[in-house]
């Protein structure tokens, strides 16, 4: 039986390069709660000391990259013996840092594009186009796609801002799509549509031109193929209590994992409460049905 809380904390802000956006997800989601009959303090983070108020039985971390997503935050809160939201830290861990991911998606037979790790002077050996990512970071922060060889040095070199070694993939030709799931329900498939062919920064959180179709139209074996994979990697990474899994899928049906988001974006533009609602979910159920997952 889900226990129920009555006064928790929503963790939100930080100090990543997605402070902003946390900060709205983590407005959003304390006004769920309330909605749902929480108590809600509300905790921008600005140290990794942070501390939470007595009283407070249990939290929603909102915080979106660094700290938030890599385990730091999950670590203070097993330290402070409070029960939390999502991924645990070594889950976490694994699932922020594409480098790991790939590796335990590897070993677990989850499909992910053919990629390499390049360190400062390495050179690239996979064929364009390709995927720079930085390994650390979320929001598609420091990600470029390079279709030519005059793209490539500026794209490394912005990659190379955030990190000291840089993840290189396949990039993956055709559609794109996203699969929350929530306490073990694998919500509907959500196609992304975007005018620039990916899903980079701008089109989460800039532009209004990007589309979404829900539920994606697939055909029945190849949605059930998606939702299977999605669970798949899910377990492969250890996840808990809600996420989504990132996919390309080539013309030919072809689908490839690109991530875990353990915690995925709450705001106005965010996918996983869009597949919520499209599951007849409103969003401060989704905030309840969340909340009552936390668990040290």
């Given at each position: 039986?889900?226990?129920?809380f009555?006064?928790v904390?929503v963790l939100?802000?930080?100090?990543s390069a997605?402070r ?8 959003a989601?304390a006004?769920?709660?309330?909605k749902a009959?929480y ?5 921008d ?6 501390t ?6 249990a939290?929603?971390i909102?915080l979106h990259g ?19 939201v ?6 976490s861990r694994r699932?922020?840092d594409k480098?790991?991911?790939e590796?335990c998606?590897?070993?677990a ?5 053919e990629g ?5 002077g390495?050179?690239?050996t ?6 720079v ?5 979320g929001s598609s922060?420091?990600?470029?796609l ?5 793209e ?7 990659a ?5 070694e840089i ?8 559609r794109?799509?996203?699969v ?7 919500l509907?498939?959500?196609e992304?549509v975007?005018a620039?062919?990916?899903?980079d ?6 532009v209004?031109?990007?589309?979404y ?6 055909d029945?074996?190849?949605?059930a ?6 669970l798949?990697?899910?377990?492969a990474?250890g996840a ?9 899928m080539?013309?030919?049906?072809e ?9 995925p ?8 409460p ?17 909340m ?5």
């Amino acid at each position: 039986m889900k226990k129920t809380f009555q006064h928790v904390a929503v963790l939100k802000g930080g100090f990543s390069a997605e402070r902003e956006v946390s900060l709205e997800s983590g407005g959003a989601i304390a006004a769920g709660l309330r909605k749902a009959g929480y108590t809600v303090t509300e905790i921008d983070v600005t140290s990794p000391e942070f501390t939470v108020p007595a009283g407070v039985e249990a939290v929603f971390i909102a915080l979106h990259g660094t700290f938030g997503e890599d385990g730091g935050a999950q670590t203070r809160l097993t330290e402070l013996g409070i029960p939390y939201v999502g991924a645990d830290a070594d889950s976490s861990r694994r699932s922020f840092d594409k480098l790991l991911t790939e590796i335990c998606l590897r070993k677990a037979g989850v499909p992910v594009p053919e990629g390499e790790t390049l360190r400062r002077g390495d050179k690239r050996t996979l064929p364009l186009p390709v995927a720079v990512k930085p390994p650390r970071q979320g929001s598609s922060v420091g990600c470029h796609l390079v279709f030519k060889e005059s793209e490539w040095s500026d794209a490394l070199a912005d990659a190379f801002k955030y990190d000291d070694e840089i993840l290189v993939q396949q990039f993956i030709p055709g559609r794109e799509f996203t699969v929350g799931v929530v306490d073990g329900q694998v919500l509907p498939i959500v196609e992304i549509v975007t005018a620039a062919g990916w899903y980079d920064y701008t089109a989460k959180y800039k532009v209004d031109t990007t589309r979404y179709v829900i539920p994606a139209e697939l055909d029945a074996t190849t949605a059930a193929r998606m939702q299977k994979i999605t669970l798949q990697t899910f377990e492969a990474l250890g996840a808990r209590g809600f996420g989504r899994v990132d996919f390309r899928m080539t013309p030919e049906g072809e689908q490839f994992v690109l991530e875990l988001n353990t915690i995925p974006g709450f705001t106005s533009h965010s996918l996983l409460p869009k597949a919520a609602a499209a599951a007849g979910i409103e969003f401060s159920v989704l905030c309840d049905r969340i909340m009552k997952t936390a668990s040290l």
